[in-house]
């Protein structure tokens, strides 16, 4: 069954101070992993979608990256504004658009 | 140019009634999801609709039941609310040929089951 984890569950950072936060999946077949940033009584918002191993992605002080079991979002010198959860997603070949979320990574930036 | 906008904002039912949200696509999208998501954990798929059928199924049971207009909104129906219902309902809609990928989320309708 596909799956995925998200961890740490809630992150808090100071202002400029790097990290990463980690997403692993069990999926038949790749079809795409997909990350998304919530802010509360809101709905999720696109930020990136990765296709295979080794590919990566930016925008602005994000970075996603893909393993063939995990992937990474790494935050550059984060500003109080980039405070939400961040979502990790996956669909697979044969599931096609049935998209699998993961618990998400609640991430707080103090400044 | 509107996102996704869903309707009612809000919504307190009891339980044993019947519920309708409704969604409406952003411009130029023609697909569209409905997802569950219940305090502090992600959205889980309901099901997709796509040229007014239903094209894929998470793991609800048959009281949650959609619908596509050739306008390509949507409605999504719970029969006989359960308190375990009570959820944030977003509906996500993507372009034509993009299906999952890069999907548009509207607010969410909050229900709540007494």
């Known amino acids: 069954e596909d799956q995925v984890t998200q961890s740490p569950e809630a992150l808090r950072l100071q202002e400029g101070e790097s990290s990463s936060l980690n997403c692993s999946y069990t999926v038949s077949g790749l079809r795409g992993l997909f990350w998304y940033r919530q802010d509360p009584g809101k709905g999720p918002e696109f930020l990136f979608t990765l296709y295979s191993a080794g590919e990566e992605k930016e925008k602005e002080r994000l970075k996603a990256t893909l393993t063939k079991k995990e992937s990474f979002l790494h935050i550059t010198a984060p500003k109080p504004e980039d405070s939400a959860t961040y979502l990790c997603a996956v669909s697979g070949k044969t599931s096609y658009d049935k998209v699998i979320f993961g618990p998400g990574t609640s991430l707080s930036v103090i400044p | 140019d509107a996102g996704v906008t869903q309707s009612p904002t809000h919504l307190i039912k009891t339980r044993g009634q019947q519920v309708t949200l409704r969604c409406s696509p952003k411009?130029?999208?023609?697909?569209v999801s409905w997802y569950q998501q219940a305090l502090g954990q992600g959205p889980q798929f309901i099901f997709q609709y796509y040229e007014e059928e239903e094209r894929q199924r998470g793991n609800f049971p048959d009281r949650f039941s959609g619908h596509q207009f050739p306008n390509y909104s949507s409605e999504l129906n719970v029969n006989a609310l359960l308190l375990g219902d009570s959820a944030l309902y977003l509906c996500a809609s993507s372009r034509p040929g993009q299906g999952a990928e890069e999907q548009y989320f509207g607010p969410g309708t909050r229900l709540t089951v007494t």
């Open positions: 411009s130029g999208h023609d697909t």
